[in-house]
T-cell receptor, first 117, second 109 residues
Framework: DTEVTQTPKHLVMGMTNKKSLKCEQH?????MYWYKQKAKKPPELMFV???????INESVPSRFSPECPNSSLLNLHLHALQPEDSALYLC????????????????FGSGTQLSVL | DAKTTQPPSMDCAEGRAANLPCNHS???????VYWYRQIHSQGPQYIIH???NNETNEMASLIITEDRKSSTLILPHATLRDTAVYYC??????????FGQGTTLQVKP
């Protein structure tokens, strides 16, 4: 199983809603990532978890709250989003973020297309 | 973090080799060069990566210059399904995978 599964595939929410994006992998990977991708732009790194601890936060606004309940699951909790937060949210995993030489590849999910009204 | 520079777009005839260039002149000695591609509305897909030596797998070949300041991804026999955005990435010493602007490859019949 080399898949990263993201749910839901599409999400529409209002600015006062609270919602969560979910990501799951069963490859035994210990690093998990959230990326945000606006239309016709490259993915932008948001958060990195390594061994279930947050290791990188790329100065993301607090209305995005990541959570890694165990080594297979990664959530992104959303609250009070703005219309400009509408984007494709991608989850990825890799064997080990701190592996010496960074000689490892990331596996990406298909993403959640989020629309904020 | 080392930056990469790629042409914004390229065309290739179906069945011909596609050669995608990338400049990464600020790369450090232990930073790897990665290539990913993204087909419309899907997540990025890993293609290949390398440090110093040329690499080949079932998808592509990666040629890295001796000074490591540039590289070329080669798709030996491009098909219509290879139409995608191709990203050349230098993975930083912090482990971050930071995407550049990428090259949109259009394979034409």
């Amino acid at each position: 199983d080399t898949e990263v599964t993201q749910t839901p595939k599409h999400l529409v929410m209002g600015m006062t809603n609270k919602k969560s994006l979910k990501c799951e992998q069963h490859m035994g990977h210990r690093a998990m990532y959230w990326y945000k991708q606006k239309a016709k732009k490259p993915p932008e790194l948001m958060f990195v978890y390594s061994y279930e601890k947050l290791s990188i936060n790329e100065s993301v606004p607090s209305r995005f709250s990541p959570e890694c309940p165990n080594s297979s699951l990664l959530n992104l909790h959303l609250h009070a989003l703005q219309p400009e937060d509408s984007a494709l949210y991608l989850c990825a995993s890799s064997q080990d973020q701190v592996l010496q030489g960074f000689n490892e590849k990331l596996f990406f999910g298909s993403g959640t297309q989020l629309s904020v009204l | 973090d080392a930056k990469t520079t790629q042409p914004p777009s390229m065309d290739c005839a179906e069945g011909r080799a596609a050669n995608l260039p990338c400049n990464h002149s600020t790369i450090s000695g232990n930073e790897y060069v990665y290539w990913y591609r993204q087909i419309h509305s899907q997540g990025p897909q890993y293609i290949i990566h390398g440090l110093k030596n040329n690499e080949t797998n079932e998808m592509a070949s990666l040629i890295i210059t001796e000074d490591r300041k540039s590289s070329t991804l080669i798709l030996p026999h491009a098909t219509l399904r290879d139409t995608a955005v191709y990203y050349c990435i230098v993975r930083s010493n912090t482990g971050k995978l930071i995407f550049g602007q990428g090259t949109t490859l259009q394979v034409k019949p």
